[in-house]
């Protein structure tokens, strides 16, 4: 009878034990499913975007860190100093990027080594705007595009300051040659910038040597450099390179390069600042405003008075007579001059109304006359003559152009005997840049550009060698942004291909 009270007693006190375990192990497994609970809550809420959750699914069980606000704040340092922070390399602002496009078969753009290549019927047209690895390893202060070729003004080491690429048929880029075991070979193409040696008297240093300004025309080159030392090198058959007319003169591998002098043509007080080369003429421009031509003059283009060619430079007269003269304009055979007071002028050829939208008046101006037809427009600041039309600049920015070809409205526009204004928005003025406006502008014999405050480049008119850079040989008659990596500041506007010089945007 004891023995089973023991039993009883044992086997009570055994259940009560189990009991308790079993309460304890439930209380354990329902507090980790509410736990879970909370995390998947605080997972959704994360997932939606709520940084900070409600308090109701913040868990309080010993299983999460406090920390406090001391503690919290150091681990935010430590965070912070992990982070890691992206700087931009920033490029040499002082060094010049140059890009090149349009026809590239003649080897004006200097971007391939390889004739053949260059010939090829995808190579021979780039329509969209590429650097110049020679643009890479050398500074260029300067470029200028003739009809097929390029020369490139540079500061180097080794004291070579001028080098050309395209054709040189005429010997326009210098007296280059290959040597070969049977003797030497003239290069009618240069497809890769070449040095052009000026020749040098006794005492000249490479800085003389430096190039101040240079212009090229159809087939001649004009160079003048710092010690204001005239060089002119290529075609002369109408006296353009400032020097007498020869007979039957062959220009192919000619070694010739004239060298003036500045004190030959300006007075003492004075020096040469730009030059101008037209198709087959040349026109200096000097510090005091006054203008000096020679070459051809069969469109009175000379501004000397007559239609003759010479190859003696006259100061051109009539009514740029005593004005000072600060900006000369030509590409082709009409030119238009500025004044320091805002006022046009021109000479040359007339035939769509360039200069006179009268009917009267002689198609073919050999004398500088004062433009009327302009002075509607304001005060301007820049001019550029084209084939058959002409550019204007007013100090507001505003761009205006007249005469004949893709004028810039559209492809129902092709004539106007008033200067038009082109609306600001085509050049990159909106809501969001409202100060943007036309710094620059130029043009080639058929196609215009202007830069704007931005450092943009807009181009438009005949895209026949895709020198527009647009990507495509079509035709555009709006201004449309060039894609150029950099702030254009100079752009050389050839008759088949272009060049801009631009810097980094940062």
Known sequence: MENQKANLTLLTKTYSHFKENS????NEISQQYKMQDS???LRNLASKGNRYPPSQFLPHTSAFRHYTTKAKRSLLKQDESKIKVYE??????SKQR???WGLQETGALGLLTDVKKAQERYTSIVNYPTRLQFSVNNEILDVTAGYGFSAYAVKRSDGETLFGSGLNTDSQIGFQVR?????MKNLDII????????????GETDSDMMVRCMSAGRAHLIVVTRN?????????SYGQCCRNIIEDEVYRASGVIHRISEKDICDPEDKIVDVVCGQDHTMFLTKLGKVYTCGWGSDGQTGQGHYNTTGTIVQAMGDISGEKIVKLACSCDCVLALNNNGDLFGWGNSEYGQLNDSDTVNTQINTPIHLKLTQGIGKSTDVAAGGSFCMALNEEGLVYTWGYGILGFGPL????????????????RNDFSNKTRVVSIGCGVFHMGAINSDGDLFMWGKNRFGHLGLGHKKDQFFPFKTAINGKVTKVAYGVDHTLAISKAFI
């Open 23 to 26: 309460r304890k192990l439930t």
């Open 413 to 428: 526009v092709e004539q106007s005997s008033k200067p038009q204004l082109l609306l600001p928005p085509l050049f990159g």
């Open 179 to 183: 040597n070969r075991a049977q003797g």
């Open 98 to 100: 140059v890009y090149v």
């Open 39 to 41: 995390l998947n809550a």
């Open 228 to 236: 204001g030392t005239i060089f002119t090198m290529g075609n002369n």
């Open 88 to 93: 931009p390399r920033i490029s040499n602002t």
């Open 191 to 202: 497809i890769y910038p070449t040095a052009i040696r000026l020749p040098r008297v006794e």
